[in-house]
Each structure stands twice: as C-alpha cells, then as structure tokens.
C-alpha cells in the first residue's frame, strides 16, 4: 500500500509547558507511584507463598525470580510491540487517536453524521 506524502505545513507544532506545570506533573506521578508501591510490597510476598505452596515446596527465592523475569519479559515485549504499532499508526497518516485501540476513537466533527441527519428531519 502507498505512503501518502505528509506535509510540513499540516503537522502541529509542539506546545511548549512551562517549568511549573512539568514539576506539578512530576510531581503527581511520583505521588501516584508512592501510592500503589506499598500494595505490591505487601501483594508479591503473599502471592508467592501462595505459589510455593501449590507446587510443592520449591525455593521462595526461585519463584520471586520466576516471577519478577516473566513479567520484566512481559512488559519489555509489550512496550516494543505496541510502540512499533503505534509508530505503524502515525507513519500511515493516522496520527495519535488514529482509533486503532476501540478506546482513542473520536468523531472527527462535533456533530456525528447521523446525528445531524436526524436534527434536520425533525
């Protein structure tokens, strides 16, 4: 399939955020990280016990390594896969929101077709 040619004059320009509003950000990620790291201290160890037990007895220290390399994998293969998708989405002229997750769809006039179809039969 043919790559339509982008123009320079049809891509936005960044916006530039001031140094305030960057350090509130910040500043609300760490807190949001704080907040869920004491639920996954207390979680993993309860979740591996519960572990050991249903194999038979294997080293606690063997499973927590099970455990943490899956998921490190897990997350590695899945933050290049959907990269790579997303990279896919904007170099075809999709952009960011193009709709190929059901969940960044939007109508692209604030008024949906159908809807404007029926505002003018009434």
């Known amino acids: ?23 509130v950000f910040a500043l609300a990620y760490v807190g949001g990280v704080v907040g869920y790291l004491p639920l996954l201290t207390m979680l993993l160890p309860i979740k591996v016990d519960a572990v050991v037990t249903a194999i038979g007895g294997a080293g606690r220290l063997d499973v927590l390594t099970v455990i943490v390399v899956t998921g490190a994998l897990a997350a590695s293969v899945s933050n290049i896969a959907f990269g790579w998708l997303s990279d896919r989405s904007v170099a075809r002229g999709g952009g960011a929101g193009a709709g190929w997750l059901g969940a960044s769809w939007r109508p692209r006039s604030p008024t949906p077709r159908w809807l404007s179809r029926v505002r003018r039969s009434r």
């Not at 399939?1 to 350090?23: E, I, K, N």
Request: charged share 20%; no cysteine.
């Open 1 to 23: 399939m043919a790559r339509l040619p982008v123009s320079r004059d049809v891509l936005p320009t960044p916006v530039r955020r001031s140094t305030g509003f960057l350090l």
